[in-house]
């Protein structure tokens, strides 16, 4: 399918991000978000906080996505926004706010699955990055799905593997709370696991058949752990920051690592991407580009940090694909915290 140059403007509010983006064609004229740091006191997201921060930071989000783009509202050929899956206050807002504006200005409005926007994240140009050709095998790491998935194109999505507990985010956030650091864990894990050991402490590896993730078992191996050695020693956590973070980071990424290439062996596709917002882990990156130097017949596509996290652009991209192939909603659409696949 090919994307014309659609002027398409994209709504993203499932979770604690307000994002609104505009594209054309497959450029990205701008990509704008608000990130709330409100929930970095309670440990992790409070769904009737975020839902009144999206209420606050919608129209000042989409206003400036406008301006930057240079564009006009009337313009738009249409609207995409998130109607699902993730928090429904949150969805709510951004639900409501598509609908209200496509009413407003007469524009076709089209309901967008978040996980596979994450998923067509990689069709967005940037610099130096080439887009997947299909079929590829995605694995979308973030805090709510861990998932692994044929892409036979941008409308058929094949779930082969996922989680059977926690996310990969999740296990992220969960050690990172053990270990005292605030809320989202996961880019501290990374950051401190830069100096640190990877090697220095080992925690239960799960043995999930087939291609399935889990994270449960590791996350209470690092729990008593933590608990036997902080009885013994006070400081410990704090002695050992950077070596605890890398190391948990290391079960994680190898977890992920080992499934996709059990993944790749058994669909023989060759053409791999990663995405959502655990794609940014330095570590899993570095790992997927050890795999792809010593398998150079693998294409790897790893999309820029800003493309990875909760994002607009990737609501906008997969709503130009929707719309390419006819695709559009009316306003009967609603919210969906549970969107199916
Ligand atoms: O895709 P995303 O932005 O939102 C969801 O749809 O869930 O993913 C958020 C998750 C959080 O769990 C956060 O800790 C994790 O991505 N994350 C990271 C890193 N950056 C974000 N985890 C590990 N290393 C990172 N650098
Ligand atoms: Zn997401």
């Given at each position: 399918m090919e994307l014309n140059n659609r002027l398409i403007l994209g709504i993203e509010s499932s979770c604690d991000d307000t994002s609104a983006a505009v594209l054309r064609g497959t450029q990205i004229l701008a990509n704008i978000t608000h990130t709330q740091l409100i929930h970095e006191a309670y440990g992790g997201v409070v769904p009737e906080l975020a839902s009144?921060?999206?209420?606050?930071?919608?129209?000042?989000?989409?206003?400036?996505?406008?301006?930057?783009a240079q564009v006009s509202l009337k313009d738009i050929d249409a609207i995409a926004f998130t109607q699902g899956p993730g928090l429904m206050g949150s969805l709510v807002v951004g639900t409501s706010f598509a609908?209200?504006?496509?009413?407003?200005?007469?524009?076709?409005l089209i309901g967008v699955h978040h996980m596979k926007a994450h998923i067509l994240s990689?069709?967005?140009?940037?610099e130096g990055m080439t887009a997947p050709s299909f079929p590829?095998?995605?694995?979308?790491?973030?805090?709510?799905?861990?998932?692994?998935?044929?892409?036979?194109?941008?409308?058929?999505?094949?779930?082969?593997?996922?989680?059977?507990?926690?996310?990969?985010?999740e296990a992220f956030d969960k050690a990172a709370k053990m270990l005292g650091l605030p809320y989202p864990g996961g880019p501290l894990i990374d950051q401190y696991g830069h100096n640190g050991n990877p090697m220095a402490f080992t925690?239960?590896?799960?043995?999930?058949?087939?291609?399935?993730?889990?994270?449960?078992?590791l996350k209470t191996s690092i729990l008593y752990y933590l608990k036997k050695e902080v009885a013994k020693n006070s400081e410990f956590i704090a002695e050992n920051l950077n070596d605890l973070c890398a190391s948990i980071q290391h079960s994680?990424?190898?977890?992920?690592?080992?499934?996709?290439?059990?993944a790749q062996q058994q669909t023989g596709i060759?053409?791999?991407?990663?995405?959502?917002?655990?794609?940014?882990?330095?570590?899993?990156?570095?790992?997927?580009?050890?795999?792809?130097?010593?398998?150079?017949?693998?294409?790897?596509?790893?999309?820029?940090?800003?493309?990875?996290?909760?994002?607009?652009?990737m609501i906008a991209i997969t709503g130009a694909f929707l719309f390419e192939a006819g695709i559009t909603h009316d306003q009967q659409i609603s919210a969906n915290a549970k969107l199916p696949w």
């Open positions: 009144r921060a999206h209420i606050e930071h919608i129209v000042p989000v989409v206003k400036r996505a406008i301006e930057t609908k209200g504006l496509a009413l407003a200005l007469n524009k076709p990689h069709f967005i140009t940037h590829y095998l995605c694995l979308t790491v973030s805090g709510g799905h861990t998932q692994l998935v044929v892409v036979h194109d941008a409308l058929h999505m094949e779930i082969i593997g996922k989680t059977i507990d926690d996310a990969a985010g925690f239960a590896e799960p043995n999930i058949p087939e291609l399935n993730f889990s994270f449960s078992g994680i990424t190898d977890i992920l690592l080992k499934k996709l290439k059990k060759k053409c791999i991407a990663v995405s959502g917002g655990v794609s940014v882990n330095s570590d899993l990156r570095a790992k997927l580009q050890a795999w792809q130097v010593t398998n150079p017949e693998l294409s790897m596509h790893i999309a820029l940090p800003s493309y990875c996290t909760d994002n607009a652009a």
